[in-house]
């Protein structure tokens, strides 16, 4: 890994990082706010008054009772597909792509440091930028319910829920560094890199209209990654993240070795 | 220390490079020519690691240029034919950032630095993207030589330079040279290899048609001077040495020679009163007309 190199990628890109930080935060502390111990109440009479179809498309569909539960049913069903989708896309893109298009890459490659080195840099900026962006909405989950409801709030359940999203935007935002590090142009890179996470999107949105359409959800990454499943103690949270792990692991080797290997755009 | 052995890269149509074979030895100043697009920088960029031949294989100090290009990185200093720089970074913050990837933050190599934006008088303060080409090319060259490299590798260095610039830059070579760099500059003017090379390779259309001594190469080339004598001069002494001329006036005239005869002509010049003498500066294109038109000869 090369520090300058990581030092730039930070200066380049925590402005897009604090954005999502911010709009995250905000969205989770309002989502905590809106909490009514005495039953969900107010908000589920506002839901009731939507379609039924269109709440269980945004997975709204089984809100529990508990502060964790509401939570996860809340921001863990469908916001945490969205808002990390859209950063995934735009950092995947900046971080290798845009430089090999705008030819500035040679720059890099022009001192002693191997391509693997600057890539796994490249690679692993996107990764800890996603832990940065999860510690944080753990830390501010934490604390506003803490605020507002002391004691309320399962923090091992908290955690384990935030860690195997961060894994699985992680997986997401990896592929997208992968068509980054693939392709030389910008417009192929957006369009597999933004592509297939929204198809997984739409797929696993489309998965929760009905019966008829829920195998499609076995298409889509994002429905490893289920907040009540994980809430109600269905899924097994070691297996979701050593598999989002080992995907995730896959798809960086995948993008440092086709990186490697390619011939650069003049 | 340069070393290139049949290598081939092929684009689509009849373009690429193919087959090239050239070496640069330790010390020597090596000159690329041919005209645009003919795979200069198809090579360069295969000797810099960006790209790698399809066939054949390129070595910079016995390392491989593609696998070892990091190692290789450490003693090379590259101007590339453009640079694309980073978005919104400063100059001084680029240079900064430029020797930070290259590992070293150390006094000695701030003062060369420091001397390298004195000399080409770069614009240091603002961003890169406000820069003109020609202070984009200058910021090329001090970060292509300000590590003090072995090996320095130029792709068309003088472009977008002012001639004051180029002189200066030409100088620069000349010390480099003398302190036993190697260098390989690939150009289409040919009053950068004249100066500074000792050897050179002509490239037309990706194959190394010429490899010479730069004394034959200017030797075989043909000049012409344009010279206002102050009277009617002598025409048949030009003649009788075998001199070409084209006469514009009475006292105008374009005088062709080779290379190799300049003294001849300059002793016959000498019993005339010569009030202008100028030497049309040849370009490329008519000393490749010359050996392309060998070729054909003895095809």
């Not at chain 2, 010279?227 to 009788?240: C, D, G, I, S, Y």
Request: neutral net charge; glycine residues 8%; contains cysteine.
């Amino acid at each position: 890994m090369s520090i300058p190199l990581l030092l730039k990628d930070i200066k380049n890109n925590v402005m897009l990082l604090l954005v999502f930080i911010v709009l995250m935060s905000i969205y989770l502390a309002v989502i905590i706010f809106m909490y009514n111990p005495d039953g969900a109440g107010a908000l589920l009479d506002m839901l009731s008054l939507l379609p039924a179809t269109f709440v269980s498309i945004l997975g709204l569909s089984a809100i529990d009772s508990g502060l964790t539960g509401f939570i996860a049913g809340l921001f863990y069903g469908f916001l945490i597909y969205l808002f990390p989708m859209v950063y995934c896309i735009i950092l995947g893109n900046r971080l290798v792509a845009k430089w090999v298009y705008d030819g500035s890459f040679g720059c890099l490659l022009a001192t002693p440091n191997s391509r693997i080195k600057i890539i796994v840099t490249q690679g692993l900026y996107m990764v800890l930028s996603i832990f940065v962006l999860f510690a944080v909405l753990f830390l501010v989950g934490v604390g506003v319910s803490g605020y507002f409801f002391p004691g309320m709030l399962d923090t091992t359940l908290f955690m384990k829920l935030n860690l195997s999203a961060c894994l699985m935007t992680v997986t997401i935002g990896l592929i997208c560094f992968f068509f980054s590090c693939l392709f030389n142009n910008t417009k192929l890179s957006l369009t597999f890199g933004a592509g297939i996470p929204i198809l997984f999107f739409s797929l696993t949105m489309l998965s929760g209209l009905s019966e008829q359409t829920s195998f499609l959800g076995k298409f889509s990454l994002y429905t490893v990654f289920n907040s009540m499943a994980i809430i109600n103690g269905e899924t097994s949270v070691v297996m979701v993240c050593s598999g989002f792990l080992i995907i995730s692991l896959l798809l960086l080797a995948a993008g440092v070795g086709v990186f490697s290997i390619k011939r650069l755009p003049v | 220390m340069i070393e290139t052995r049949d290598i081939t890269l092929k684009y689509s149509g009849s373009k690429g490079i193919f087959d090239l074979n050239f070496n640069v030895a330790k010390g020597e100043t090596f000159g690329y020519i041919g005209p645009k697009n003919a795979g200069k920088t198809s090579t360069i960029r295969v000797l810099m690691g960006l790209s790698h031949p399809g066939k054949g294989s390129a070595t910079i100090n016995g390392l491989n240029c593609f696998r070892k290009a990091a190692a290789i990185q450490k003693i090379v200093g590259y101007v590339p034919e453009e640079t694309a720089f980073f978005d919104g970074m400063r100059v001084k913050e680029y240079l900064n950032f430029i020797t930070h990837m290259r590992g070293a933050v150390g006094s000695k190599k701030t003062q060369l630095r420091d001397s390298l934006i004195e000399r080409f008088e770069l614009e240091t303060r603002g961003r890169i993207e406000y820069l003109s080409k020609d202070m984009k090319q200058k910021l090329a060259i001090v970060t292509a030589f300000m590590h003090d490299p072995e090996i320095l590798v130029l792709d068309e260095p003088t472009n977008g330079l002012d001639p004051l610039m180029q002189s200066r830059f030409l100088d620069l070579i000349i010390e480099e040279k003398r302190r036993g760099k190697t260098i390989l500059m690939a150009t289409q003017m040919f009053e950068n290899v004249e100066r500074t090379c000792d050897r050179v390779g002509i490239l037309k259309e990706g194959h190394l048609v010429e490899q010479d001594d730069i004394i034959q190469v200017k030797s075989a080339e043909i000049k012409s001077y344009f010279v206002r004598f102050e009277a009617h001069p002598n025409l048949e002494q030009l003649k009788k040495f075998g001199f070409g001329f084209k006469q514009f006036s009475d006292k105008d005239y374009e005088i062709y020679c080779q290379g190799d005869r300049i003294d001849v002509l300059v002793k016959v010049l000498s019993h005339e009163k010569v009030l202008v003498f100028n030497s049309n500066t040849q370009t490329l294109e008519e000393i490749f007309h010359k050996y392309y038109s060998q070729e054909e000869e003895t095809a």
